[in-house]
């Protein structure tokens, strides 16, 4: 198993189509990206609560497809944007496996 990262976008507001274009134009993002059915994203995110519809959301998927974490733009994480980056690089390493400090060596370093 890889412990890489893959980054992607959706969006499945009824505009989606308009969005995507204007997203595309202004972002030019270096991730694929795409449109979906709104029903079938929150049925795979498995949202259950008004919290869950919040967007735009981060959500981190593991190499097996598992929604490990989910966040929506009102959440802690990104509130304080001088360590809103560090707090999303610490999920992912942990979601991807990546997250695990490594062995101090006997000469401490």
Known sequence: ???GVQVLGVTFT???AMRMLDFQLRVSPSYPV???NRDAVLKFLAVKSPQGNEMPRLVLIDAQGVVRRSYGWQDAIFQDQATQEGKIFAAVREVSGSGTPP???PNGR
């Open 1 to 3: 198993m890889t412990s």
């Open 14 to 16: 009824e505009d989606a």
């Open 34 to 36: 795409g449109i979906s």
């Open 103 to 105: 062995k101090k060596q």
